[in-house]
């Protein structure tokens, strides 16, 4: 469960993502979305539930419509 900014990081790099690929996966701004979930690993922006269901369900392998998920190395 993701509860915490520790989680949110642990679970990006357990897909082996960047901060830049996780904010595609979630339809963030693209311009400012890595930014977005940097702050939020860093505990500086608050996690909302919305991104915890969203990340988890990326944890058991959803693909959202039109992402292309990064292979891993």
């Given at each position: 469960m ?12 357990a897909?082996?993502?960047s ?7 979630l ?7 890595a930014?977005?979930i940097?702050?939020m690993e860093a505990?500086?922006r608050p996690?909302?539930g919305?991104?915890?269901?969203a990340?988890?369900?990326l944890?058991?392998g ?12």
């Open positions: 993701i509860e915490t900014a520790d989680h949110l990081r642990q679970a990006r790099e897909m082996g993502w901060p830049a690929d996780l904010a595609r996966a339809r963030f701004n693209e311009n400012h979305g930014s977005r940097l702050e505990g500086k996690l909302s919305p991104v915890t269901v990340v988890e369900a944890l058991r959803f693909v959202p419509d039109g992402f292309d998920p990064p292979r891993r190395t």
